[in-house]
């Protein structure tokens, strides 16, 4: 099961309509759809507590913090076999928490997937001091996002910049099988919202309406957008564009309802009926396209407008208020949300002379400008994690089996004769547990506020060390106290010193790998210092045996064609063979995961903030002989020590 934690999250506001006006339908985002038109409705029993029903998205297409991306259809078989009334009755949680039966906190009402995501409606259950506390936290805004606890059973990695919408490396889920659904302050998935929070004394909630975003009930969530740290609330009112909505998904449903039927069982009418929702389907698309176009026309020309006129004000104060109106806000709204007023300033924008003091424009203030790139410390290319496998793990640990050798062995034998015996020794077990690697650090507020770069600059920075205690760990950790047993600390194969090159002796750990494991070695491990002593290396003609200086080669040239990684994670005299891929894996428990707040200690006194960056790793060698540690240099001579 995959938990990611999120740490960054947008607040929100709940805003209780009056019962006495209509509701009105809020302008889709893009990519919303209406639920089917059978989508199952819940009936709930209001009552002092509260309908204790709330909807929004578990998980959207978009990818998370963790480079992961969840596709459309992911969902629709775990969906089909373990939720079949329409997806009710998946499993609500609190914080993924799952060692109490308490901690399971209520169950959906339906889940579909629809062109966003995983759109969810689900009760908690009131009865309950932990439900009810939740269902509390939901109608305050103080919870207002969900995390999703699943199996990957299909998935696929994309390397090529060019081959998506994203441009990193990421890996694609296309099939999981879904577990839980659990309410998180912060989740991994920055989409997966809480779209709706039903109290009890609404129309929806006695009736049991639907929620999907085209059909919004009284009690509302108001979307809050960020633009450069500034908050505004948009509530879209256009009705046309939902009824054109319904009328699509309605269209839909009925082309999938003749398309369930086979293509062998369709009648000539059936064929007719669906040519026509078809066509009814390409003009309804067609409107809601043109529709988008011209209500994108209409804010661009409104927001090219808002800027071409300056904001006047006749004092900072003015301006500040001023701000705060343009951006939908009021002061209150500025503890969650944040907000900077833009630059005041006076007729003269860069100084002011005073002619009675005899001061003049060489007088005038000089202005420093200010690098806001930093000088760091040398920062060495990470190589060795990615070396391994990848995996990830809900546990805390993880316990495999090692197998030795077969023992005894097969042979020819007369007709009737004894057999030779065959036998699988018993297997080692062996765990290895997770392990947490941390840091923190603070700054002022003053660093916050004015010179907001460093923030970044200490993030990255902090980010670099902790990996780099991480790739220290995975090679050379000796498994003391909180330490990872590193690879060079497992029962690896060795080979000393020799009179062969060091080389020949690089070449001959290949065989040692092929030998013992059948893998073929995907690479080598070596420090700066030795890789230059034997590219430097020449024949007994002065020929440099990797290419002179003007072959036009790569400066670093494999060894023995296959990839070679100079680094100084390893000590100068020793080499790492091996077939990292098949030999080990790097499994994690969620990901990176970066946090700060002003309540540890006396922080919030003294206006500072802290960080905090970790994660959790372990190492798994399921084939310790697919690695060879290789001593480097020429065997002592007789009679010498070293």
């Known amino acids: 099961m995959k938990n990611k934690l999120k740490t960054l999250s947008f607040p929100f506001t709940l805003k209780e309509a009056d019962p006495a006006e209509p509701d009105e339908p809020a302008e889709p985002e893009d990519g919303d759809v209406d639920p089917p038109a059978d989508q199952p409705e819940p009936t709930p029993e209001a009552s002092d507590k509260g309908s204790g029903i709330f909807a929004g998205y578990a998980s959207t297409w978009d990818p998370d913090l963790y480079d992961d991306v969840i596709m459309p259809g992911a969902f629709a078989d775990t969906l089909a076999a373990q939720y079949p009334d329409g997806g009710a009755r998946i499993p609500i949680h609190w914080q993924h928490k799952e060692g109490s039966p308490f901690d399971v906190i209520g169950e959906t009402i339906s889940a579909i997937e629809d062109e966003k995501g995983l759109y969810i409606e689900a009760r908690l259950d009131l009865d309950t001091d932990e439900g009810a506390r939740a269902y509390q936290l939901l109608q305050r805004g103080l919870i207002h996002q969900m995390s999703i606890g699943f199996l990957i059973e299909e998935c696929s990695y994309v390397t090529d910049k060019d081959s998506g919408d994203w441009d990193w490396d990421h890996r694609q889920i296309h099939k999981v099988k879904l577990f839980e659904i659990s309410l998180v302050q912060v989740a991994g998935n920055q989409s997966a919202e809480i779209t709706e929070v039903r109290s009890a004394n609404t129309d929806a909630a006695r009736s049991g309406g639907p929620t999907h975003p085209a ?3 009284a ?7 960020h633009t450069s740290g500034s908050g505004s609330l948009r509530n879209g009112k256009d009705s046309d564009t939902m009824d054109m909505a319904s009328q699509l998904a309605a269209k839909k449903q009925a082309a999938a309802t003749l398309v369930a039927k086979g293509a062998d069982r369709l009648t000539d009418a059936d064929y007719a009926q669906l040519k026509a929702i078809n066509e009814d389907i390409k003009e309804i698309e067609g409107n809601l396209e043109a529709f988008k176009q011209a209500a994108d026309s209409i804010n661009k020309v409104a927001t090219d407008t808002r800027k071409e006129q300056p904001m006047r004000a006749k004092s900072l104060g003015d301006l500040y208020i001023k701000g705060l109106e343009s951006k939908g806000m009021s002061v209150l709204d500025t503890k969650h949300t944040g907000f900077r007023s833009a630059e005041f300033k006076a007729a003269d924008t860069t100084h002011q002379t005073d002619e009675t003091t005899g001061g003049g424009e060489g007088y005038a203030p000089l202005t420093t400008q200010v690098d806001q790139q930093g000088v760091f410390a040398y920062q060495r290319p990470l190589t060795i994690a990615a070396l ?21 062995g097969a042979g020819t034998v007369k007709q009737g004769a004894k057999k030779p015996q065959l036998h699988l020794p018993a297997p080692e077990w062996v765990t290895d547990t997770l392990h947490e690697i941390a840091a923190y650090w603070k700054i ?32 050379s950790g000796d498994g003391a106290d909180t330490n990872l047993t590193g690879l060079l600390n497992r ?36 420090n700066p210092t030795d890789y230059q002593a034997i590219r430097l290396s020449k024949d007994s003609n002065g020929q440099y045996y990797g290419g002179g200086p003007f072959n036009g080669g790569e400066v670093t040239v494999p060894l023995w064609g296959v990839n070679t990684i100079v680094t100084p994670a390893v000590a100068a005299g020793t080499v790492v063979v091996g077939a990292f891929k098949q030999g080990g894996t790097v499994f994690r428990k969620g990901g990176l ?21 970790k994660e959790r790793v372990t190492l798994q060698v399921k084939y310790p002989k697919a690695f060879v540690k290789v001593t480097l240099g020429a065997k002592p001579t007789a009679g010498k020590t070293e």
Request: no cysteine.
């Open 491 to 526: 029962s690896i194969q060795t080979m000393g010193k020799d009179d062969d090159t060091d080389a020949d002796r690089i070449f001959k750990a290949f065989t040692k790998v092929s030998e013992a494991t059948g893998f073929p070695v995907d690479a080598i491990v070596i």
């Open 593 to 613: 995961v970066v946090e700060s707040s002003n309540s540890n200690e006396d922080d919030f006194i003294y206006d500072k903030i802290a960080f905090r960056v």
């Open 215 to 217: 059909a919004k009930t």
């Open 219 to 225: 009690t509302r969530v108001e979307e809050t957008t």
């Open 444 to 475: 002022s507020d003053d660093m916050a506020d004015d010179v907001p770069y460093v923030v970044s600059e200490i993030n990255s920075h902090a980010t670099y060390d902790l990996q780099l205690v991480e790739e220290t760990q995975l090679l």
């Open 388 to 408: 391994f496998d990848q995996g990830t793990m809900n546990g805390s640990a993880i316990t495999y089996p090692v197998y030795g050798a077969l023992e005894g």
